[in-house]
């Protein structure tokens, strides 16, 4: 009789154990190799290490599994029919297990109103369980709108997902961070070609959502097998290596490489020497998305000479980049450039801007029609009293922004007048009331309205939007963005704190090298606390003692997290100026010869200004945060302001002067708001700069901000 090895034996006894099981739950085996971790095979078979520990009872989580170890890995594929079989496992069956498919990286998406798991499987080609297996509360809890989920995705073709409407076109799903002009470049079509293809494709904007479907002619020798298996390749790291800058070079993100390379969490970061696992670099992966290029689209009467001038490459440089060259430059060809030349040009969306100064482009033949709606509250002024009335202004925030935003305004009226522009405009007093919004809609006729600006209630903005929408009039709302409303055309003229915060993360970024990295946040911003350490997973986290009346830090601890090494950076997120005061405060008196500390905030917000918070400690912190304008300065505008006002204008009248000035501007060049927005891109004013990007499912957004720092006693700006 043949005797069978004993882990045969023992392999076979364990599998007849679970067999009662089977009709509920079908299982597998692996067996483990060198250097593999209980969470590494979790991930291979997409289950969680508690599945494999509950079915693995002689493995304790922490233990280091052994080389040739068999473990029982449940799979949610369909039980077999006969739930009593005894399963008997050879050597060529462990050897044969196919490996499951692991993600080869995550991308977030932010649950909006009404969506369900279902449909964002489906916009994502993953299953429900695919996403819950990523999102771990989803098991326990319902789908919320602001959710913030990992999506996986996985380097695979299905057949079924490929849907072809001829024998010449195909089907194509738009990924992450592609554009209009990334695609046409893709497929060696122009814009127009595309919307000829896809008709349902909206004419006033030019964005595309990620998980949108495309007709598009078929690729030359695009099949299954053409597809490409990811490859990896060892790499050592060397001196001064940064996750930021190892993935800048691979085309990875810093959460992949960590993903990938479990051991640079467990020894606190890149060391010098550390052997890591990368994917392998191709000679030319034939991605093109913005993350590798940026785009051009050809002008009518453009030709080769002056086009390499314009865009400062050699002809030769051109044609590698876009053989099509070679066959003739056409209007309409999208031609892709390196991503490093961005900072050369204007780019919006990926896309070059020519060129366009707004004072030399601007016709005196368009006379914009204006709308102004704001709270001025004369019915609860008493102007027959002086002193009464200034009372109530002070008093009153919406009265004191309102009269700041339309005396920067009418300064704004009056320089677009010496440029020869004639602007119509009424102005009406919403009194913060519905019933008097809608009465001055009856009465007004907007059919010849260039742009309406207000009002500053969210309720009431939405009421002015949806009438205005009717006659394709767009408005400006002086206010940041609400997620509540969600109107095409209204261009939102201050950045949310959203835009903002992501916009000093990406500084941080770039800047990032090797900084030990602090957040301290309160229990009302631990979302924030989780933002930052997506983007910085080494990141420090210190928890805060919030009891009733009292709320601290444990100093010891706190201490113990500072390094001498190198430079600290610490996040402060909160709206308590309490907190503010004290951090702060411990901060400043933890900085020492060897220790040295930046202040950072994501939000600056009433709590950052109170009187009790010290400008030198911030100063000594080298404070840092991003903010929607900066101080106006001694330009034109002031001199202006002090002439016709006699005074000096506050934030709000600077806001007013270059909102209306900029949006003037714009009416003057193309008469049409929409359109302008297509071709022009930030533009910056006294203290207030203005990039509107178009949202597919909203609005405008200003996308433009400021980083501004203390520095010795005063607040400047960094220029990125």
């Known amino acids: 009789m043949k005797i069978l090895p004993i882990k045969y034996i023992a392999t076979s006894l364990l599998i007849m154990l679970f067999s009662l099981n089977l009709a509920a739950q079908q299982f597998t085996t692996h067996a483990v190799k060198k250097g593999e971790t209980l969470t590494s095979i979790a991930k291979q078979y997409r289950v969680t ?110 057949l079924e997902e490929v849907v072809v409407d001829s024998l010449d076109f195909e089907q194509y799903t738009v990924q992450p961070k592609e554009t209009r002009w990334s695609i046409a470049h893709k497929y060696g079509i122009t814009i127009d070609s595309m919307l000829v293809l896809n008709p349902e494709l909206p004419k006033t904007t030019s964005y595309l959502a990620e998980g949108q479907i495309l007709k598009l002619p078929k690729l030359p020798g695009s099949s299954v097998e053409a597809q490409e298996v990811e490859l990896y390749t060892s790499y050592t790291v060397p001196p001064k290596q940064t996750l930021y800058s190892l993935g800048k070079e691979y085309n990875i993100s810093s959460q992949e490489i960590i993903a990938l390379n479990s051991e640079i969490l467990e020894r606190g970061g890149l060391k010098e020497g550390m052997l890591i696992r990368l994917p392998k670099k191709n000679a030319d992966s034939g991605e093109v998305n913005t993350e590798n290029f940026i785009f051009y689209e050809v002008k009518p009467g453009q030709n080769v000479f002056r086009l390499t001038q314009n865009l400062k490459i050699s002809y030769t440089d051109l044609v590698s980049l876009n053989p099509s060259l070679t066959d003739g430059l056409k209007a309409g060809m999208v031609l892709k450039l390196p991503k490093d030349r961005a900072g050369e040009f204007e780019v919006k969306n990926a896309l070059i801007l020519d060129k366009i100064n707004l004072l030399d482009s601007i016709s005196t033949e368009n006379k914009p029609k204006l709308i102004f709606m704001l709270p001025f509250r004369l019915d609860r002024l008493n102007l027959r009293n002086r002193e009464s009335t200034q009372n109530t202004i002070e008093k009153r925030n919406d009265i004191k922004y ?51 600006i207000g009002p500053l209630d969210p309720n009431l903005l939405n009421e002015v939007a949806v009438q205005a929408a009717n006659y394709n009039v767009p408005v400006l709302a002086p206010i940041a963005a609400k997620s509540d409303i969600s109107l095409n055309n209204v261009f939102f003229s201050i950045p949310s704190d959203e835009i903002l915060r992501e916009r000093i993360l990406s500084f941080i970024e770039e800047k990032y090298e090797k900084e030990n990295i602090i957040i301290i946040a309160d229990k009302n911003h631990k979302p924030v606390e989780a933002r930052i350490l997506e983007k910085f997973p080494l990141a420090k986290t210190v928890v805060m003692k919030e009891e009733e009346k009292n709320i601290a830090i444990d100093l010891d601890v706190f201490t113990a997290m500072l390094s001498e090494e190198n430079e600290n950076w610490v996040f402060v997120e909160t709206d308590n100026f309490k907190i503010v005061s004290s951090v702060s405060s411990i901060l400043n008196s933890s900085i020492t010869e060897d220790i040295k500390i930046k202040m950072f905030t994501t939000n600056k917000n009433k709590a950052f200004e109170n009187d009790v918070i010290s400008s030198s400690h911030l100063s000594k912190l080298n404070f840092c945060y991003p903010s929607v304008d900066r101080e106006a300065g001694n330009g034109n505008f002031v001199k202006l302001y002090r002439k016709r006002f006699g005074a000096v204008p506050d934030r709000y009248a600077t806001r007013g002067f270059d909102m209306t000035f900029d949006l003037l501007l714009k009416l003057a060049y193309k008469d049409n708001l929409f359109e302008a927005s297509k071709f022009i891109g930030e533009m910056e004013y006294t203290g207030n700069k203005f990039d509107y990007n178009k949202d597919i499912t909203s609005g405008y957004f200003n996308t433009a901000s400021y980083i501004m720092t203390y520095s010795e006693m005063q607040i400047k700006e960094i220029n990125p």
């Open 49 to 158: 290490p508690f599945n494999i520990l509950k079915y693995n009872k002689e493995i304790k989580q922490g233990d280091v599994l052994r080389p040739n170890t068999i473990l029982v890995i449940p799979t949610d594929s369909k039980t077999t029919e006969n739930s009593n079989v005894t399963v008997q496992i050879t050597q060529q069956d462990v050897q044969e297990v196919p490996e499951q498919e692991e993600p080869i990286g995550f991308t977030n998406h932010r649950v909006k109103r009404k969506e369900t798991l279902y449909g964002i499987a489906n916009r994502y080609h993953i299953t429900e369980n695919d996403i819950k297996r990523y999102n771990r509360d989803l098991y326990s809890a319902q789908l919320k709108k602001g959710m913030r989920l990992k999506i996986p995705k996985y380097r695979r073709v299905r």
């Open 402 to 452: 309102s009269l700041g935003l339309y005396s920067g305004a009418l300064v704004a009226l009056d320089s677009i007048a010496k440029l020869g522009i004639s602007a119509d405009v009424k102005t009406f007093d919403t009194q913060r009331s519905q019933d008097r919004v809608r009465e001055v809609l009856q009465k007004e006729n907007l059919h010849d309205v260039s742009a309406i």
